[in-house]
């Protein structure tokens, strides 16, 4: 009862909010997430930290401090159990390894929900328990990861790592958010935020300069788009002006007119065997380019091409499917399709660039609490306090 109180009472500040034309959203937004975030916080609170050194995988060409993971679509060859895989688009493998990108979902959790606990209560020991998993992930010799993704999306007798498998990073996106609000607030041990930047600088650059970061650099689709958001996020993190302005003018030049069709639409995720998850999924790392890149000088929400396509396009393209999937023209996905949709970032950030109130009632009123391991994977933006501003 008490959270419909809060929801009712929400909507209807939101409404007066925005029938005023305010520039920014109302606290009160991220008020109703308190009970939410602060019950989660105390349950994370004395987690210990589990790094990639926590779990090894025979099969990894890697050493104890490199992340590993394999590739989701790839499984045994029933003529040749023991040959190279072969691949299932869309299907994924349970029998893969994944204890390391369940690794860094968890630490993503962690550190955003204990960031976003600190915003509401200023008490310091949730920047203490951050800082605990702060050091190990990324300063701590013995536990660290190294600064690269050399190794994940492996394929058994393929490929010992794929540069696709630098997708797997996008989970690490909150955990620089929380650290540069941390920093900002000046809160964050010097010595953790130096030694955090320092890998983050580290890796930005294997990202930029590894065949692997080049190559998923110029991939075509949602794997293109999951780049630039990395690099947006990181370089964010680092100070790194050359960097951002390198990622603006990707999404302007590069992302919106390859991808984008003339309504908004990603034809090439919609050819996918999981169309509507793919579309979902662009769309919200498009979204969260244009949150982390514009500028007052520089509004890539409102960046508008030559033949009118833009974000309002592709937000009000699918919007309507996010509020009635059974409109949705195209196949239904192979897997996960009941999972779909959740609170998709997209519609958070667009509700805030456009002030457009229909955008956060559809976000208010999807699911939340996030537990099936492939929904989580597609959505590593899941803490809307760290991005209130």
């Known amino acids: 009862m008490k959270n419909t109180v809060l929801f009712l009472g929400l909507i209807f500040f939101c409404n007066a909010l925005f029938s005023q034309k305010s520039k920014t959203l109302p606290i009160s937004l991220e008020k109703l997430e308190t009970d939410f975030i602060l019950k989660s916080a105390g349950k994370l609170l004395n987690e210990l930290p589990q790094t990639v050194t926590t779990a090894k995988c025979e099969r990894s060409a890697g050493g104890v401090n490199d992340y590993y993971s394999e590739g989701d679509y790839w499984w045994p060859d029933p003529k040749n159990p023991e040959g190279p895989y072969i691949q299932r688009d869309g299907e994924s493998n349970p029998g893969n390894f994944v204890a390391h990108r369940e690794a860094v979902f968890r630490l993503s959790d962690i550190v955003g929900t204990l960031t976003s606990a600190y915003l509401l209560t200023n008490d310091p020991k949730y920047v203490l328990a951050v800082e605990t998993h702060l050091s190990a992930w990324f300063i701590f010799p013995g536990t660290r990861m190294n600064p690269d993704m050399l190794y994940s999306q492996a394929i058994k007798g393929r490929f010992t790592g794929r540069s696709i498998g630098l997708i797997d990073a996008i989970h690490f996106i909150e955990v620089a958010r929380s650290v540069k609000i941390l920093h900002d607030s000046k809160v964050i041990n010097d010595q953790v935020y130096v030694g955090v930047k320092l890998w983050f600088g580290q890796f930005l650059d294997w990202m930029f300069t590894h065949p692997y970061g080049v190559e998923e650099m110029n991939a075509k689709n949602n794997h293109g788009t999951c780049w630039v958001m990395m690099a947006a996020a990181f ?155």
């Open 235 to 389: 370089a964010d993190l680092t100070d790194d002006s050359a960097k951002l302005e390198f990622c603006r003018a990707r999404f302007k030049e590069v992302l919106l007119p390859r991808q984008m069709a003339l309504d908004g639409s990603f034809p090439l995720e919609i050819k996918r065997t999981k169309p509507y998850g793919y579309s979902l999924f662009n769309l919200d790392a498009m979204s969260a380019i244009c949150k982390i890149l514009s500028t007052s000088t520089d509004d890539l929400w409102h960046f508008t091409m030559s033949d009118g396509r833009n974000m309002v396009k592709a937000i009000e393209f699918m919007v309507p499917f996010v509020a009635d999937k059974t409109a949705w023209p195209f196949p239904k996905d192979i897997m996960y399709w009941d999972e779909w949709p959740v609170r998709q970032p997209f519609l958070l950030f667009g509700a805030q660039a456009f002030y457009e109130q229909k955008y956060l009632k559809l976000y208010l009123s999807l699911k939340r609490d996030l537990s099936v391991y492939e929904v989580i994977r597609n959505v590593p933006i899941r803490h809307p306090l760290l991005w209130a501003r």
